[in-house]
Nanobody
Framework: QVQLVESGGGLVQAGESLRLSCAASGPTFTVYAMGWFRQAAGKEREFVAAINNGGTGIFYADSVKGRFTISRGGAKDGVELQMDGLKPEDTAVYYC??????????????????WGQGTRVTVSS
């Protein structure tokens, strides 16, 4: 059973930074991509960033491009999301996800097989 556990969320002021981490445990796959999605109150979950197995394919949502950086590694071969220049509109629950057995980087939810429980990020103005 694959488990993904996010950490690093919290309350910050606009312009500040946070670093989210996602640790993966359980069965390992030869190759897999990982992504971050977020869901704000009253809205649908949306794509934030994704990275493929070798780190050669990285995609960002337009809303976070230039401010967020996704990277592989960290605890238990997971994924991290460095968030700089945070804005109130970044307030959401952030979820990491794992897309197994693929070299591709995909940006849609249905591609992902495993999800974490989420970590809340609140940005005050």
């Amino acid at each position: 059973q694959v488990q993904l556990v996010e950490s690093g969320g919290g309350l910050v002021q606009a312009g500040e930074s946070l670093r989210l981490s996602c640790a993966a445990s359980g069965p390992t796959f030869t190759v897999y991509a990982m992504g971050w999605f977020r869901q704000a109150a009253g809205k649908e979950r949306e794509f934030v960033a994704a990275i493929n197995n070798g780190g050669t394919g990285i995609f960002y949502a337009d809303s976070v491009k230039g401010r967020f950086t996704i990277s592989r590694g960290g605890a238990k071969d997971g994924v991290e999301l460095q968030m700089d220049g945070l804005k109130p509109e970044d307030t959401a629950v952030y979820y990491c996800a794992l897309d197994k057995d693929t070299y591709f980087t995909r940006t849609y939810e249905s591609a992902y097989d495993y999800w974490g429980q989420g970590t809340r990020v609140t940005v005050s103005s």
